[in-house]
């Protein structure tokens, strides 16, 4: 490794150690947090891909819709929860001087309204079940979605949920959510085109509609 390398390498320990500073790993708010954000993709991809091999929710509730509907209130109510997780972490972790100024707060902001166009956008070109995973429930559509905003990101979905909790995390400021928000990310490729949940893999009609 070159010598500059050394010192890139240098600088980026040092500002990770600066961040880690600020953030209580001990503190309940904040392993709430991380459970919650750690538990929730965790759930949908095993219920979904038992419900794509068994089919047994669908049989249960006596219809693919019911069990598709059935699924994302779980699933709702469990983001409910790792939203309070979150805004209860960033409550109580220890807050950073410099991100409280008016243009981190700016950017903060731009970061939120981002999301949430990305993340509303995603919904209305899904729909509620090709967000809540429909396709795992035999719940297909007719034509691949190719609409804004999927015209311009793989996973835009993931990239608006993942800037909301960035833009959120710099408006209050504490470290500790920047961690979470990175936390959020997919650790692989994710289905094109997936709502709310993204699982990381799924039926091949999931990315042929999709992609």
């Not at 890139?8 to 209580?24: E, H, K, P, S």
Request: aromatic share 12%; proline share 8%.
């Amino acid at each position: 490794m070159s010598l500059s390398g050394d010192r890139g390498a240098g600088r980026d320990f040092c500002v990770m150690t600066r961040l880690l500073g600020y953030v209580d790993p001990l503190d309940p708010s904040f392993v709430a947090a991380v459970v919650t954000i750690t538990f929730n993709p965790l759930y949908w991809n095993v219920v979904a891909r038992w419900e794509h091999k068994t089919r047994k929710l669908s049989r249960a509730f006596g219809s693919p819709y019911l069990a598709c509907y059935s699924l994302s209130v779980t699933i709702l109510l469990l983001n409910f929860l790792r939203s309070h997780c979150f805004t209860q972490a960033m409550l109580s972790q220890p807050r950073m001087e410099s991100l409280d100024t008016p243009a981190a707060y700016s950017l903060g902001l731009t970061l939120l309204g981002l999301g949430v166009v990305l993340v509303l956008s995603s919904f209305f070109a899904l729909g509620f079940t090709g967000t809540f995973l429909g396709d795992y429930f035999g719940i297909l559509k007719e034509a691949r979605v190719t609409v804004f905003p999927f015209n311009i990101l793989d996973n835009p979905m993931y990239w608006g949920s993942t800037a909301n909790y960035l833009g959120w995390a710099i408006i209050s400021p504490a470290p500790a959510g920047a961690v979470g928000s990175e936390a959020r990310q997919p650790h692989g490729p994710a289905p094109d085109g997936a709502g709310g949940p993204h699982l990381h893999s799924g039926p091949p009609i999931r990315r042929a509609l999709h992609r």
